[in-house]
């Protein structure tokens, strides 16, 4: 018996082959989010970029979890999608916020939040998602992601809000050339990749107290939006996961003080607890 599991974000996918009495195989593909790509893309990455050894091997089955996934709608696309590409029928999808909990939570309770390129949040009572409140995405939403914190980094750019060190600094990693920037996010696919992307500014200049007022204010907005929401985010632990959250865990467990949350895991990546989870069941 194997299985392929995979837990994909925006910007990337991690996969793991796993067979019973062998060692796990990792390889990392292109994100995937169906409201930002159609089947014939996803097709195409998958085929260019899954390793001929992998579809080889023809896993048993497929365990996918992803950004953009949590709804039937995009669960049943992309289940077709993956049983056409492996030639296979045992295909189950599930939305990232499930992967965050079953590696984050196991069989406990806890809020269980996910900030890279996109952010969302639920509470998971140790076996399903119980609430979670709905994303508006990239455009009007995703409070505290990447792309959200990249969105004031293009501002205070833009608006001429930056000291000098941080203009140039700025032009320095992605040139002055506005225009094009605009022109890339309004007409070039992934613009939350791209606006994503600007977050490197604020990971190589903490301290300085207009990148700490940016990541503050991203994080605020999140958990004004999501994390106080919850009822029950003031007696289950807060858990992370998400390049976001992993790079700026300190401003995380600070906040988390500040309203007298329990702070639990944070965590870069799921899917070292999500191949705990699934080989367990093999």
């Known amino acids: 018996m194997s299985v392929l599991i995979a837990d994909s974000g925006s910007t990337k996918t991690d996969w793991s082959f796993l067979e019973k009495g062998a060692a796990p195989i990792h390889f990392t593909t292109k994100g995937i989010n169906p409201y930002l790509e ?9 085929g260019d970029e899954l390793p001929t050894s992998i579809i080889e091997k023809a896993p048993d089955a497929i365990s996918y979890y992803g950004a953009g996934a949590s709804s039937k709608e ?3 696309l ?32 806890g809020v269980v939040c996910i900030l890279g390129t996109g952010s969302s949040a639920c509470f998971y009572d140790g076996k399903k998602v119980k609430e979670n409140h709905p994303s508006l995405g990239y455009l009007v939403g995703d409070e505290g992601s990447g792309n959200h914190m990249g969105k004031r ?13 941080l203009k140039m600094d700025f032009e320095m990693r992605f040139g002055n050339d506005i225009r094009a920037i605009v022109n890339k996010l309004y007409h070039e696919p992934y613009p939350n990749r791209l606006l994503a992307s600007f977050v490197e500014l604020l990971a190589e200049n903490r301290g300085h107290y207009m990148v700490e007022n940016i990541i503050e204010d991203s994080f605020n907005d999140f958990f004004q939006r999501s994390i106080l929401k919850f009822r029950q985010s003031w007696k289950y632990p807060i858990n992370f996961t ?7 865990q300190d401003v995380l467990q600070s906040l988390c003080s500040q309203f007298e949350l329990e702070v639990g895991r944070i965590e870069k990546s799921p899917i070292s607890q999500l191949i705990e989870y699934h080989m367990a069941k093999l």
């Open 78 to 109: 992309l289940k077709k999608l993956l049983q056409k590409h492996f030639k296979i029928t045992d295909v189950e999808v599930q939305g990232d916020l499930l992967a965050a909990a079953r590696a984050l939570c196991g069989d406990d309770s």
């Open 153 to 165: 980094i293009l501002q205070y750019y833009t608006y001429s809000t930056f000291d000098e060190q």
């Open 74 to 76: 995009k669960q049943a």
């Open 38 to 46: 159609s089947g014939d893309s996803i097709l195409k990455m998958l």
């Open 242 to 248: 998400g390049s976001i959250a992993f790079i700026f």
